[in-house]
């Protein structure tokens, strides 16, 4: 009897392990879809956890990863950490729709836009294909919930019915597309559509320019990231069929599965392949990393992980929380003889280079001869920083109120006071 149970234990052994191994190759593997097949201009919407990056990297440091364009940038300095292939042309999909909404957001800054404002969707925004969030033609949403269907879903429906609500057409607003991308300096992208549905050849940018329009879109609109982190939202349709509720479901798996990461935007079509302008922001440091033309899914999300921990590797933020206090300045000429100054801002420096913070020396240096009349605000010295001898940056020190310049009369009041005494 031992000697069947042994038989039993045995064969039971070679067939577990195989199974065991093929489970776990399962978790790091992509999901089950729900909703819509990944179509070309979007992005299905995926559930499941994300296999996020390891330590792997080459000897000098720098990651390897298998895409062949990429690039990672802290966002604040516009530092680039590490690129690869970044200057070649590539095929965008969906990441061209990070240049839409930089354009919505600068059309709600003028005041020309609000929120609330009701959007009519015609009969070409109701017509594209590949990844939507199936409007009707006539059916009205607000700026607001289009924005989301942008963001959240890459809905090529609802990117239409914001160019053509924002320029009038489709072709005006991609002119003002590849305006904009000519002040960014963008050297190597020209857009043909607001949300990369085309197969057109001659719609391309790269890993760098994708970098540099999704810096833009941070630094001027940090607020796109309460969009972008959002998951799951229902919407309500309301057309002449009745009324019914749409699911987006976000297309970016390192939301849940990358700390820090709160945005921003895939893309993919077969002559794209694979695409991610991914963000994340660690102890005030934000980072962007583009991934173009990845072989799969999974490889987009894991080096766009990877690219990400490499780039925080490299920084570092030293932030001046205990500012000299400062006292009053002498000025000349003025009434009141002194004058209270303040700090105009505060200071931190980013470091890519792993540097001793403890090195830093901060000098108080005033402006000579401090004489009246001085406004508000008006500039009377700097507190500046350095790091090993080398400056790296200063904070100005101005006056917290109006100097009045003494007169003729004020001269003859201190006279007075002073023979009284």
């Known amino acids: ?60 440091g720098a990651p390897e990863i298998l895409t062949p364009h990429a690039l990672v940038m802290e966002v604040t300095t516009g530092k680039v950490l590490y690129e690869k292939g970044a200057d070649e042309k590539v095929h965008p999909a969906s990441v061209t729709k990070i240049m839409t909404v930089l354009l919505i957001f600068e059309t709600l800054e003028k005041g020309k836009l609000t929120m609330d404002q009701q959007v009519v969707t015609s009969a070409h925004a109701k017509s594209m294909g590949g990844s939507q969030v199936f409007l009707e033609e006539g059916e009205v949403q607000t700026v607001e919930t289009l924005l989301k269907c942008i963001i959240i879903a890459s809905g090529n429906d609802a990117a239409v019915a914001m160019a053509e609500q924002v320029s009038g057409t489709e072709e005006a607003f991609v002119a003002a597309m590849n305006e904009k991308a000519r002040s960014l300096g963008m050297n190597n992208t020209h857009f043909v559509d607001c949300c990369g549905l085309t197969d057109s050849t001659d719609h391309y940018t790269t890993a760098r320019d994708v970098a540099l329009m999704s810096r833009e879109l941070l630094l001027n609109y940090p607020q796109v990231v309460e969009y972008s982190d959002i998951w799951m939202e229902d919407i309500t349709h309301v057309t002449r069929k009745g009324s019914s509720v749409f699911t987006l479901t976000n297309t970016n798996k390192l939301l849940r599965g990358y700390d820090g990461c709160d945005g921003l935007k895939t ?47 490299r920084c570092s933020l030293y932030e001046d929380e205990e500012m000299e206090e400062l006292p009053k300045i002498a000025v000349k000429g003025s009434v009141e003889k002194e004058a209270e100054v303040r700090y105009d801002g505060t200071f931190s420096y980013l470091s890519t280079e792993n540097e001793d913070f403890s090195a830093i020396e901060r000098q108080v240096q005033w402006q000579q001869d401090v004489e ?13 920083y350095t790091l090993n001898g080398k400056e790296i940056g200063r904070v100005p020190i101005v006056v917290t109120h109006a100097v009045r310049r003494a007169g003729y009369l004020d001269r003859l009041q201190e006279a007075w006071d002073c023979w009284t005494l």
């Open 1 to 60: 009897m031992k000697k069947a149970v042994s038989l039993w234990m045995a064969v039971w052994m070679i067939l577990a392990v195989p199974l065991h191994a093929a489970a776990v190759e399962a978790v790091g593997s992509e999901s089950s879809v729900s909703g819509a097949v990944e179509t070309a201009g979007g992005e299905s919407s995926v559930s499941g956890a994300v296999e996020t990056a390891g330590s792997e990297s080459s000897a000098s």
């Open 267 to 313: 893309g993919s079509t077969s002559l794209a392949k694979y695409c991610l302008s991914a963000t994340a922001r660690r102890n005030s440091i934000r980072l962007v990393a583009a991934v173009m033309t990845a072989p799969d899914s999974k490889t987009r999300f894991a080096e766009a992980g990877k690219l990400l921990s490499y780039g925080f590797s």
């Open 372 to 384: 009246a009349p001085l406004e508000e605000n008006d500039q009377v010295g700097v507190y500046v």
